[in-house]
C-alpha cells in the first residue's frame, strides 16, 4: 500500500529496514526487491541518509541480480561514510564485501571491506553485528582459521542470533570439507541443520554440504537425498545457485557410479542454472570438486561427447 502512492517513500523505506532479517528467507526476496528498488530510485528516496542507507541494506540482502546488489552496496557505503554511524558503515561494508565476492566469484576482491566492517563492529562490541558482519569478512579470508569461526559463532551464541549461527555452522563445515576433516564438516552441518529446525528454516546449501559429507563417508543414497531435497527447495524458492549445487552433487554421484552421459549432462544443468544467477562458480567449489568432475567427464566421453551432453539442457 505504501509503495503504491508518490507519498510513501519514506514508510517503504521504514519497512524494508525493518524487515531485513524477514525477507532474507529465500521465499521472500523476489517479492522484497520488487516493492524496494523502484522506491530506492525516487528523487526523494536519499532525503534522509539513515534510513535511505538501512533500506538500501535490505535490498542489497534480497536482490537476485548481483549486478543491483553491487550497485546498491557501493552506493550504500558511499552514503555510510558521510554520515559517522560506526554501525550503518559496518554493515554496509559487509554488504559490499560480500556483493564483490559473489559478483566475481574471487573471495579476495572482498576482503578489505570485510576486515573494515569488522574492525568496526568489534569497536562497538555488539555481539550480534560482528556475527553478522564476520560471516561475510570469513568468507573473503576462506578458508579461514578455525580461531575465527569459534569467535563468529561465540558471538552469535551469547546474542541469541539463531539464523547467523546456522550460517557460520554451515561455512565452517563447508571450509573443513575443503581440508577433507569429514568429522569437522559433519558436527557443524548438524548444528547448522538444529539451528535451522529451531527457526522453521530449510538451507539448500547446508543439505548439499551434507550431501557431500555423506557422499565422503560412502553413503551414496543418504547423499542424493540430500541433493534432490535441495533441488527440490531451490525449485520452490527459485534459488537458481541452490539448484547449479544440488545438480553438481548429483553430478558427482552420476559420476561415482560410472554414468558419465548423466554426469555430463548434469553438469550443463548445473551450468544452465549459474548462468540465470548471473554468477560464476565459488572459487573453492569450482576448484576443489567440480572441475574434477568435469575433468573425469570429459576423459570418459571426450570433448565432443561432453558437450552434445551438455548441449541438451
Not at 534432490?228 to 549445487?245: N, W
Amino acid at each position: 500500500h505504501a509503495a503504491a502512492g508518490p507519498d510513501g517513500t519514506a514508510l517503504v523505506l521504514r519497512f524494508g529496514a525493518a524487515l531485513d532479517r524477514y525477507w532474507q528467507l529465500p521465499a521472500r526476496r523476489e517479492e522484497a526487491i520488487a516493492l524496494l528498488q523502484p522506491v530506492l530510485e525516487r528523487p526523494d528516496a536519499a532525503a534522509d541518509p539513515a534510513l535511505f542507507a538501512a533500506a538500501l541494506f535490505a535490498a542489497v540482502e534480497v536482490a537476485q541480480v548481483f549486478e543491483t546488489t553491487l550497485r546498491f552496496a557501493e552506493q550504500m557505503v558511499q552514503v555510510c561514510r558521510g554520515l559517522g554511524d560506526d554501525r550503518l558503515l559496518s554493515r554496509a561494508l559487509d554488504a559490499l564485501c560480500m556483493a564483490t565476492i559473489l559478483s566475481t566469484g574471487d573471495p579476495e576482491t572482498g576482503l578489505r571491506f570485510g576486515q573494515e566492517s569488522v574492525e568496526h563492529a568489534r569497536r562497538l562490541g555488539d555481539d550480534q553485528l560482528v556475527g553478522e558482519c564476520m560471516l561475510s569478512y570469513l568468507q573473503a579470508v576462506f578458508p579461514a582459521p578455525p580461531g575465527l569461526y569459534a569467535e563468529a559463532i561465540a558471538c552469535t551464541e551469547r546474542s541469541g542470533d539463531v539464523y547467523y549461527n546456522s550460517a557460520l555452522h554451515n561455512d565452517a563445515g563447508w571450509a573443513a570439507l575443503l581440508t577433507e576433516d569429514i568429522p569437522a564438516a559433519r558436527a557443524h552441518l548438524e548444528a547448522a541443520a538444529e539451528a535451522n529446525r529451531r527457526i522453521g528454516l530449510e538451507d539448500a546449501n547446508g543439505m548439499v554440504n551434507m550431501g557431500l559429507v555423506l557422499r565422503a563417508e560412502g553413503d551414496t543414497g543418504g547423499a542424493r537425498s540430500m541433493f534432490e531435497t535441495a533441488l527440490r527447495i531451490g525449485r520452490r524458492t527459485g534459488g537458481y545457485r541452490d539448484m547449479a549445487s544440488a545438480c553438481l552433487g548429483l553430478a558427482y554421484l552420476a559420476g561415482d557410479l560410472g554414468n558419465w552421459p548423466r554426469a555430463g549432462l548434469l553438469h550443463g544443468i548445473a551450468q544452465t542454472f549459474m548462468s540465470r544467477a548471473g554468477i560464476p562458480w565459488d572459487k573453492a567449489e569450482d576448484t576443489h570438486y567440480r572441475q574434477k568432475s568435469l575433468d573425469q567427464a570429459r576423459a570418459h566421453l571426450g570433448d565432443e561427447q561432453l558437450e552434445i551432453g551438455r548441449a541438451h539442457v
